[in-house]
């Protein structure tokens, strides 16, 4: 066991699996959350949110003591911060959950402590935070270590990634970038890159928002073609045979609690500068609009051809394929915004989901013949094999063959 103690704030998709990575090299970990539920889940040995390999993992190192969790935050050596960085208002950055963690570590910093942000955060994030730790505890300042060092984990391989990634590490000075470099080689066997604070928060958001500004490109093509008449799909895989040339996949907008919120803190910061990071931002939520107006559409065409109003399919919720994450999710978007106007016969079908507390889900293979128009919405494995004589609209490419 190393002579190390770790307090580690927020145990949700980021922090559970990190500190119970870090606690699995023999390093003890104090977990804490808000959440009480979270708190005695965790102490059980068991887990609260859905990662693979997670569980038998915690329950490892909670079985050896190595990982507890309360919400009381105790003395350490070193203190995280995994919390949930929002934005409020108009896309404005909400940072109360990293301060108010700070302000739960404050009371027990002492020197030679290391103090790390590893949340989304605007720049100057983690100056702010230490001007708050010395207003409190001046006798502190050039006494301990100051540094961010942002999260790139993939949702479904967090535990494999989070060892295996490349870390981009910034410190407050250049000790205090040393500090944190020699604290993440005891479980990252990524390369650890070394920077200044500023960058690396800014480094985290531009990550996601170059991911953001392809996937407009994509989405801004998709309603061009639309409107030329071209399929978008063959399009783009005709315009990747170029060496140089390697556009993105349109779908339904831009989902999940990353590259739909990252950029934002950038453009509420820059607001005069970052002119494509919004642009890109507004594309990407205009798809998702124009996607159900298409689909209303068609429904309208139908009824006017029919004398009746069509049963309709919504394919898939999540806010990518292959997973059950409903937050941010545009499709989501699209499937509430059809329920809430109440016109269609609508029929909701997530293979990824076994069941849904506030939607009445329906197996997508027992689908056909019931439906007159089929909506692909998520580009799903499972949806790749189902046939269908109904009507389809396919907004994220999973019937298009575009590899003909
Ligand atoms: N989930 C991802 O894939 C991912 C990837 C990269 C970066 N991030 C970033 O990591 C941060 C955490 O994201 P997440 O997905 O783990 O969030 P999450 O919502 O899953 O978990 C955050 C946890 O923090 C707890 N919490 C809130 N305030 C607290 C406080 N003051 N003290 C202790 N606990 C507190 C909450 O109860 C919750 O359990 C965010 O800034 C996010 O943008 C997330």
Not at 13 to 31: D, E, F, H, N
Not at 287 to 292: A, E, L, S
Not at 369 to 374: A, F, L, P, S
């Amino acid at each position: 066991m190393l002579d190390l103690k770790v307090v580690m704030m927020g145990l949700g998709y980021i922090g559970l699996p990190t500190a119970a990575l870090i606690a699995s090299r023999g390093i003890r970990v104090q977990g804490i959350d808000v959440n009480q539920s979270v708190v005695d889940t965790i102490n059980e040995g068991k887990i609260h949110i859905a990662e693979p390999a997670l569980d038998g993992l915690v329950k490892h190192v909670v079985e050896k003591g190595l990982l507890k969790a309360s919400i009381i935050v105790e003395t350490a050596d070193v203190y995280l911060i995994a919390v949930p960085t929002p934005f409020k208002g108009d896309h404005e950055p909400d940072l109360k959950y990293v301060e108010s963690a700070t302000r739960m570590i404050i009371p027990n910093l002492k020197e030679g402590n290391l103090f790390i942000i590893e949340s989304t955060s605007p720049v100057g994030t983690t100056d702010k935070m230490a001007k708050i730790i010395f207003e409190e505890r001046p006798e502190l300042k050039g006494k301990i270590n100051i540094a961010y060092c942002p999260e790139r984990v993939l949702p479904g391989k967090v535990i494999y990634e989070l060892e295996h990634n490349d870390r981009v590490i910034g410190g407050l000075d250049g000790e205090s970038t040393k500090a944190a470099k020699d604290f993440y080689r005891h479980f990252v066997k990524g390369e650890l890159h070394s920077t200044n604070a500023k960058t690396a928060e800014m480094c985290k958001l531009v990550e996601n928002s170059s991911r953001d500004v392809s996937i407009a490109f994509a989405n801004e093509l998709s309603i061009i073609c639309d409107k030329a008449d071209i399929n978008v799909w063959k399009l783009i895989s005709l315009a990747n045979k170029h060496p140089r040339v390697n556009i993105l996949q349109p779908g339904t907008g831009v989902g999940g609690h990353c590259i739909a919120v990252d950029p934002w803190f950038i453009v509420s910061e820059f607001k005069k500068e970052a002119i494509i990071i919004r642009n890109a931002r507004e594309i990407n939520n205009y798809k998702t609009d124009w996607v159900i107006e298409k689909i209303k559409s068609t429904a309208l065409q139908f009824e006017l051809d029919n004398n009746r109003k069509p049963t309709i399919a919504l394919m898939g919720l999540a806010f990518k394929p292959d997973i059950d994450d409903l937050r941010e999710s545009p499709a989501l978007l699209v499937a509430d915004t059809l329920l809430t106007e109440n016109k269609y016969d609508l029929l909701l079908a997530e293979p990824n989901l076994e069941e849904s507390k506030k939607y009445n889900l329906t197996d997508y293979e027992l689908l056909d013949g019931k439906v007159d128009i089929v909506v692909y919405l998520v580009a799903h494995k499972e949806f790749r094999g189902f046939r269908t004589e109904s009507l389809v609209l396919d907004f994220c490419g999973v019937k298009s063959n575009y590899f003909e």
